[in-house]
DNA sequence: ATGTGGGGCGCG
DNA sequence: AAAGCGCGCCCCACAT
């Protein structure tokens, strides 16, 4: 069907009706731009891929299927032929369901199966039952509906965060460079001379400090080389490491470095390539990263330096509300073990200054970095040492990862509470384990596999809190989405953003377990109560009464860096 | 010329 | 100060 004819009377909040499709990415950004919101949808492709890899439904037929059309990402339609003025056939596949909330069931049959399909609409009506039967047949069907749901309802906001865009001001990004960088040069790229003033005065200092005016202070090996020259121990150019070495090229070095990173990575070159009319906008690759975690591509989305988040500016007349989740994994651990004194210890408050109230621990610093070495399987320096304190007042909670640690080590698979299993190790791993096992192997092959098996560990480790971790944070964008869009359009003159967001508070930015609100300022506090509830309720959705809690820290402010405070 | 891999560093 | 997990992107060096 037509754009035109796309479902004007199916999209409203009150209406039960869900797309099911083979890909949001796909086919969502076109509905949009006609300025038409999708409320509920079945992503076939992320449903299949979850499905088919989870522990929970490994008896199934979905498990034993050969690879097809829905085992591959997800790719863009082609844009419309602007000649045409018209957009492409809309394969997608238009289900009724009942009225139930996320989770509850997958749509029933279909009552409109409209358009030319790509892979096919039948295609995608036979994957729907193969998916629900997956699901019934599962050993975690509720979780593993909740999980489905809520990865679709991500994709959904992901193009939606897409199409509106961050809004973000070029005058103060252009500001922050010239501060830092200073001007900015008119050579021509990728040729010393293009470099801003600043960095050609750090660059000249650090080839006169160390004797060696034709350095390129972006090489490597010629920095490495001059270094040793000079008679410094340097094994490599890690900031770290350098910061170590006594010489006066030591500091214009780290300071070149710097600035490098920033003109390189977010300079006038990514400002001109990636802001386009006020707006960043970002693609995120949904379930792109092993844990569930959202990946992104292209302008380093997830990477946004401190330095210049006060370009992210909210339209006149709007706010930005920030909010991030405080101790995110640990509590997530809490609930995922069921450690009621672990849970307890961040009721209510910062949970490693209640480690310090409950005398787990003597300050707040040797909580935060105790609690990461057991998240990530840290075995040296001052994590390893306040390890075993944490590990006798949260016995429940370690035992947890230290078991996931274990599966790893034995090669298995782990899976995360609502159902994402680890990938299973490769054939390179396999054949170093079998090498390590021969009678006639080396010393090395052994302390390699070892290296190895103990590398695979501190993978699955974090892969089941990291990865439950990315659950709460999609029912919480989910809940946020929701929530937001009941509020309604704000009376007067739109904003800048573009429809259907003109006149409502949207999602513009989401980084793991924080998430940037753009609204109309008169809105801000409606949607702080409104993202501090989503939290509550995405706890409830995986922990049910399970009495850990998830606090925001909130803030609304005209930029990023503001909002941060 | 173009692709690949590693070092390095930004984010959580 | 980093380490122990997960990423993306830059530059350079080196392969083709």
Redesign the pocket.
């Known amino acids: 069907m037509p754009s035109d004819a796309a479902p004007g009377g199916v999209v409203g909040p009150e209406q039960a009706s869900r797309w099911a499709w083979d890909g949001t990415s796909r086919w969502y950004p076109r509905l949009l731009t006609d300025g038409v919101r999708v409320e509920r949808c079945l992503d076939l492709r992320l449903a299949h891929r979850l499905l088919r890899g989870s522990a929970y439904a490994d008896a199934s037929r979905l498990a034993r299927a050969p690879t097809g059309a829905f085992d591959e990402a997800a790719s863009p339609l082609e844009p419309t032929p602007a000649a045409s003025g018209r957009a492409q056939p809309v394969a997608a596949t238009l289900f009724d369901v009942d009225d139930d909330g996320p989770g509850e069931g997958l749509p029933g049959p279909p009552v409109d199966a409209g358009g030319v399909a790509r892979p096919g609409a039948a295609a995608c009506v036979d994957e729907v039952a193969l998916l629900d039967e997956a699901i019934a047949g599962s050993t975690h069907p509720g979780r593993l509906r909740l999980l489905v749901a809520a990865e679709s309802a991500g994709a959904l906001a992901a193009a939606e965060m897409h199409h509106a865009g961050v809004p973000w001001d070029t005058a103060e990004h252009d500001r922050v460079l010239t501060d830092l960088l200073g001007a900015r040069s008119a050579g021509p790229?990728?040729t010393p001379e293009a470099r801003p003033e600043r960095m050609a005065a750090l660059a000249a200092q650090v080839r006169a400090e160390l004797d060696a005016p034709t350095l390129?202070p972006?090489?490597?090996?010629?920095?490495?080389r001059a270094l040793r020259r000079a008679g410094l121990p340097a094994?490599?150019?890690?900031?770290?490491?350098?910061?170590g070495l006594d010489h006066p090229a030591i500091e214009p070095l780290?300071a070149y470095?710097?600035l490098?990173?920033?003109?390189?990575?977010n300079g006038w070159?990514?400002l001109d390539?990636w802001v386009v009319d006020g707006r960043f906008r970002?693609?995120y690759?949904v379930g792109?990263?092993?844990?569930g975690?959202w990946?992104?591509?292209?302008?380093?989305?997830?990477?946004?330096?401190?330095?210049i988040r006060s370009a992210v500016r909210a339209d006149e007349g709007w706010s930005l509300v920030v909010a991030?989740?405080a101790q995110?994994e640990p509590r997530v651990l809490a609930g995922l073990a069921r450690d009621e004194r672990m849970a307890a210890a961040g009721n209510g408050r910062d949970l490693y200054q209640g480690m310090v109230d409950a005398r787990v621990v003597d300050e707040r610093a040797q909580a935060?970095?105790?609690m990461?070495?057991a998240?990530?399987?840290?075995?040296?320096?001052?994590?390893?040492a306040v390890l075993p304190r944490i590990a006798r007042a949260f016995p429940q909670a370690l035992g947890h990862v230290e078991a996931a640690a274990r599966a790893g080590e034995r090669g298995e698979v782990v899976t995360t509470l609502l159902g994402r299993s680890s990938p299973r190790p490769g054939a390179a791993w396999a054949q170093v384990q079998a090498d390590a096992l021969d009678p006639d192997a080396s010393r090395n092959a052994e302390s390699r596999a070892r290296a190895q098996t103990?590398?695979?560990g501190?993978?699955t480790?974090?892969?089941v809190v990291?990865g439950t971790a990315a659950e709460w944070a999609l029912c919480w964008i989910a809940e946020v989405r929701r929530r937001l869009w009941r509020l309604g359009e704000l009376d007067g003159p739109p904003g800048r953003a573009p429809e259907p967001f003109a006149r409502r508070p949207h999602l513009v930015y989401f980084?793991?377990?924080?998430l940037v609100v753009h609204t109309p300022t008169a809105w801000a506090r409606v949607v702080e109560a409104e993202v501090r509830a989503a939290a509550a309720e995405a706890g409830r959705l995986l922990f049910g009464g399970f009495p850990v809690d998830f606090p925001l820290s909130v803030a609304a402010g005209r930029t990023y860096a503001d909002a941060?405070g």
């Open positions: 790229r990728s390129n972006d090489s490597l090996p010629d920095v490495l094994t490599s150019t890690r900031s770290w490491e350098l910061r780290l470095k710097k490098s990173r920033l003109h390189s990575a070159a990514w390539r970002p693609e690759v792109g990263v092993v844990t975690r990946g992104s591509s292209g302008g380093g989305a997830l990477q946004l330096p401190r330095q991030d989740a995110l935060k970095v105790g990461l070495g998240l990530y399987g840290g075995t040296t320096g001052a994590s390893a103990r590398a695979w501190r993978f480790r974090n892969f990291q980084l793991h377990d924080e941060k």
